[in-house]
T-cell receptor, first 112, second 115 residues
Framework: GNSVTQMEGPVTLSEEAFLTINCTYTATGYPSLFWYVQYPGEGLQLLLKATKADDKGSNKGFEATYRKETTSFHLEKGSVQVSDSAVYFCALSKISNYQLIWGAGTKLIIKP | GAGVSQSPSNKVTEKGKDVELRCDPISGHTALYWYRQSLGQGLEFLIYFQGNSAPDKSGLPSDRFSAERTGGSVSTLTIQRTQQEDSAVYLC?????????????FGQGTRLTVV
C-alpha cells in the first residue's frame, strides 16, 4: 500500500544550523510528493512539492529532492531561523485517485 | 470562493449533543478531505470525497461520525452523541485532484470542545 514515514520529533536545533527532516515513502508508480508546514496557531500550507523523479522542490530556503531509487523526499535547509519553528508534514498523492497520504509530522524547534 | 471556508471556527457543545461542521471548498475542486488534529498532533484522516466516486470512509472512528457532500461542493461532517474524546480541531481540505495538480488547500479548521 501507500505510506509515508517521517523522522520523529521534536527536532531541536540552534539558529543557523543545518536542517534535515527525513521522509521516505512506499507507493505504486510515481506519486507526487509534498512538504506542508503548520506554523504555531496557523493553518496547514504547502511548503514545496515535486511531481517526478529527480525533481527538486524549493521554497523559503527549504529544498527537497524526489529520489526514486531511495524512495525518499528529505527536507533540507542550510541555515534555519527561529521563525522556521513549526510542524512539518510529508505527503504523497496516490496515483490511483490522487488521495493524499500523510506522514505523522515532525515538530521543529529552533532556539536562538 | 478564494479559499476553503469552514464554519463555525469554534464550537463548544455538551457531551451527548450532536454537532454539524461545515466545509465550503474552493470552487471547482473535486476532491475534499476531512481530518482531525488533536493538540497540534498529526493529521488523522477521516474521509475523502472525489468527484462522483464512492467516498473513502475508512478513517471515520465510529458510527457516530458521518459526512455528506451535496452537489459535489459543500460538505457537512456530523458527530452524533458527542464524547469528550471528540474534542479536537477538525480540518477540511480541497484539491482539484488532477494528475498534474494534486495540492490540497486547507481551511482554518473548526475547534470542537465537548464539555
Amino acid at each position: 500500500g501507500n505510506s509515508v514515514t517521517q523522522m520523529e520529533g521534536p527536532v531541536t536545533l540552534s539558529e543557523e544550523a543545518f536542517l534535515t527532516i527525513n521522509c521516505t515513502y512506499t507507493a505504486t508508480g510515481y506519486p507526487s510528493l509534498f512538504w506542508y508546514v503548520q506554523y504555531p496557531g496557523e493553518g496547514l500550507q504547502l511548503l514545496l512539492k515535486a511531481t517526478k523523479a529527480d525533481d527538486k522542490g524549493s521554497n523559503k530556503g527549504f529544498e527537497a529532492t524526489y529520489r526514486k531509487e531511495t524512495t525518499s523526499f528529505h527536507l533540507e535547509k542550510g541555515s534555519v531561523q527561529v521563525s522556521d519553528s513549526a510542524v512539518y508534514f510529508c505527503a504523497l498523492s496516490k496515483i490511483s485517485n490522487y488521495q493524499l497520504i500523510w506522514g505523522a509530522g515532525t515538530k521543529l524547534i529552533i532556539k536562538p | 470562493g478564494a479559499g476553503v471556508s469552514q464554519s463555525p471556527s469554534n464550537k463548544v457543545t455538551e457531551k451527548g449533543k450532536d454537532v454539524e461542521l461545515r466545509c465550503d471548498p474552493i470552487s471547482g475542486h473535486t476532491a475534499l478531505y476531512w481530518y482531525r488534529q488533536s493538540l497540534g498532533q498529526g493529521l488523522e484522516f477521516l474521509i475523502y470525497f472525489q468527484g462522483n466516486s464512492a467516498p473513502d470512509k475508512s478513517g471515520l472512528p465510529s458510527d457516530r461520525f458521518s459526512a455528506e457532500r451535496t452537489g459535489g461542493s459543500v460538505s457537512t461532517l456530523t458527530i452524533q452523541r458527542t464524547q469528550q474524546e471528540d474534542s479536537a480541531v477538525y480540518l477540511c481540505a480541497s484539491s482539484s485532484a488532477r494528475q498534474w495538480d494534486t495540492e490540497a488547500f486547507f481551511g482554518q479548521g473548526t475547534r470542537l470542545t465537548v464539555v
